[in-house]
């Protein structure tokens, strides 16, 4: 395997102009940069992406942790891929991890990601909560970022919908429409997405004196 010295050779330049054509940082003439380019692409060099990342402090990569039973939603599906465009038209790769069926579990993907050194980590949470959330980017100096979930310590670090007040709002329109026997479907009742919207939709019913139906709650398949 070809070494940075033998393309500094080969290039005519030295080993610190063949790092900062690799590197992307500092001035390099447009001559010696041709050079520096030709050379890797004749002795097949590969730079060392560990010791890069060392000396730059940066790997160029995210990493995304998502639960393995959400894989197979429209919604998930389209944010995994659009994460990677976005990675991609950045010059960046992303580095998916399986969050699995555990709050350990999820702890331990996004460490594994940290150990990476991944610049930074975006998760969906589905096990952890929101203490541990907090403890967890509190700990670590890589931003992690947390999708769908409010921090209580660490709320710049978060993007997140009130799903009680959707809830509400989308029941306290029906009834404002003439409806009283509202159904909900709830999404998975461990899913605090869900539990979040079924207590909108409870408040708003207690909101016009109008009793819950438990018959007309239904438990759904999604999980979020």
């Given at each position: 395997?070809?070494?940075?010295?033998?393309?500094?050779?080969?290039?005519?330049?030295?080993?610190?102009?063949?790092?900062?054509?690799?590197?992307?940082?500092?001035?390099?003439?447009?001559?010696?940069?041709?050079?520096?380019?030709?050379a890797?692409a004749?002795?097949?060099?590969?730079?060392?992406?560990?010791?890069?990342?060392?000396?730059?402090n940066?790997?160029?990569?995210?990493?995304?942790?998502?639960?393995?039973?959400?894989y197979?939603?429209?919604?998930?599906?389209?944010?995994?891929?659009?994460?990677?465009?976005?990675m991609?038209?950045?010059?960046?790769?992303?580095?998916?991890?399986?969050?699995k069926?555990?709050?350990?579990e999820?702890r331990?993907?996004?460490?594994?990601l940290?150990?990476l050194?991944?610049?930074?980590?975006?998760?969906?949470p589905?096990?952890?909560?929101?203490?541990?959330?907090?403890?967890?980017?509190?700990?670590?100096?890589?931003?992690?970022?947390?999708i769908?979930?409010?921090?209580?310590?660490?709320?710049?670090?978060?993007i997140?919908?009130d799903?009680?007040?959707?809830?509400?709002?989308?029941?306290?329109?029906?009834?404002?429409?003439?409806?009283?026997?509202?159904?909900?479907?709830?999404?998975?009742?461990?899913?605090?997405?869900?539990?979040?919207?079924?207590?909108?939709?409870?408040?708003?019913?207690?909101?016009q004196?109008?009793?819950?139906?438990?018959?007309?709650?239904?438990?759904g398949?999604?999980?979020?």
């Amino acid at each position: 395997m070809a070494t940075i010295l033998e393309v500094a050779k080969k290039a005519g330049v030295s080993k610190a102009t063949v790092s900062r054509v690799l590197s992307g940082s500092g001035y390099v003439s447009e001559e010696k940069r041709a050079l520096v380019e030709k050379a890797i692409a004749e002795t097949g060099y590969r730079p060392n992406l560990l010791a890069r990342s060392l000396a730059t402090n940066t790997t160029q990569t995210l990493g995304l942790v998502v639960t393995n039973t959400l894989y197979s939603g429209n919604y998930f599906s389209e944010l995994m891929a659009q994460s990677a465009r976005i990675m991609e038209a950045n010059g960046r790769q992303l580095i998916l991890a399986d969050g699995k069926h555990t709050a350990e579990e999820e702890r331990a993907a996004i460490q594994f990601l940290l150990d990476l050194r991944c610049d930074g980590v975006i998760i969906y949470p589905r096990f952890l909560s929101i203490a541990e959330m907090d403890e967890i980017v509190s700990q670590h100096r890589q931003p992690i970022l947390v999708i769908n979930r409010r921090l209580r310590l660490n709320d710049s670090y978060c993007i997140f919908s009130d799903q009680h007040a959707a809830g509400s709002a989308a029941v306290a329109h029906l009834i404002a429409r003439g409806h009283r026997d509202i159904a909900f479907i709830t999404g998975s009742l461990d899913s605090p997405t869900g539990l979040e919207r079924l207590s909108g939709y409870k408040s708003a019913l207690a909101q016009q004196g109008i009793a819950v139906n438990e018959a007309l709650i239904v438990e759904g398949k999604w999980h979020a």
